[in-house]
Every structure is written in C-alpha cells, then in structure tokens.
C-alpha cells in the first residue's frame, strides 16, 4: 500500500473530530453576543438572529463571512498575552471550536476547499478572521495585537441546518 505524502493530501487529513463548545450569535453591530445552545445555519447567509445573516451580498454563494469560528486552544494564549482571563463572548466569534486546528482548514489550494460540518450543517472554510480594533477597547491595551494570528477562520454556509452545543466538528476530507 502506497501513502500519499503530497502537500495536496497531507492537507486534508485530521487526526480526529473537533468539538462545538460554544455559539455566539452578534444581534446588532455593537450589541454584545448572545450565548444559545442550538442553532440554525442558513445557506449563503450564515446564522439565523446573527446579525451576518441580514446582510444581502451580490456574490452567488454569498459573502465569505457569514460565520466566524474560533480555536478554544488559542483562548488561553490570547489570555496569557493580554495578563487576564478571556471572556469569549467578548471575541465576537460565532463558534468556539476544541481539538482541531482551525487555521489548518484554510486550504492552500483553491480548487481544493476544506469542508466543516457541524451537525446537519456544512461549511466552507474561507479565510482568516482577522481581529477588528474592538479588540483593543474589550481586552484592554494590546488586545488588537494579542488577536492577531488567533483569531481564527471565517467560513460559509454551504448546507443550512440546525446544531449544538457539543456537536462534532469534522474536517471533510473528501
């Protein structure tokens, strides 16, 4: 049995699924992000009640930034690099997402897009999400800069559905 060590294929395996442990929905620009156990993913929009989802984009699959998702493992070093605990509400992200490597789903190859599902749902990796200068008021001093480079990926609804709080999250690699 041969393996295939390409760049092309080394990029798509996980070790295993992630999990969900967190949804945040942003009902209006400067409100402050709702915590919800469930919910509903909309295709080429993003999340039912976040505020992404009302904006109507001119692109056939939407805009690239109908869902934001942040790495839970990076929480901590955002907190080391700012001296204090992190509320992740605070992060304006709208999963907060364990045991897999977010920035790794970007895929290096365009016509070779990484899938996320989630429950019924399926996204599709579309960029870093780079922090915005909120950051600076809501972390403090250097919030901005703590951010950068962990503040995950952005993504687009593919397939509408419903998920949860501790659902899997799995890396397609098909």
């Known amino acids: 049995m041969t393996v295939d ?9 996980f070790t295993k699924p992630g999990k969900l442990e967190a949804i945040y929905l942003r009902p209006a620009r400067d409100m402050s992000c709702v915590s919800v156990q469930q919910a509903i993913a909309i295709s080429k929009r993003g999340l039912e009640g976040d505020r992404a989802s009302q ?3 001119t692109k056939p699959l939407g805009s690239n930034r109908q869902v934001t998702l942040i790495q839970a493992e990076h929480i901590a070093v955002i907190a080391s690099l700012i001296g204090k605990p992190v509320d992740t509400a605070l992060l304006r992200r709208n999963l907060l997402v364990s045991g897999i490597n977010l920035l790794a789903a970007k895929s290096l190859f365009k016509d070779q ?3 996320i599902k989630i429950g019924e749902v399926v996204l599709e990796v579309t960029g870093p999400c780079e922090p915005c200068s909120k950051m600076e008021k809501l ?6 800069n703590a951010m950068r480079g962990h503040g995950g990926v952005t993504a687009r609804v593919i397939t509408g559905g419903v998920f949860n709080v501790e659902d899997a999250v799995v890396i397609d690699a098909d």
Do not use: A, E, K
């Open 139 to 144: 972390l403090g001093l250097g919030g901005y």
């Open 113 to 115: 897009p990484l899938i």
């Open 5 to 13: 060590n390409s760049l092309r294929n080394l990029t798509r395996q």
């Open 55 to 57: 904006r109507v984009s």
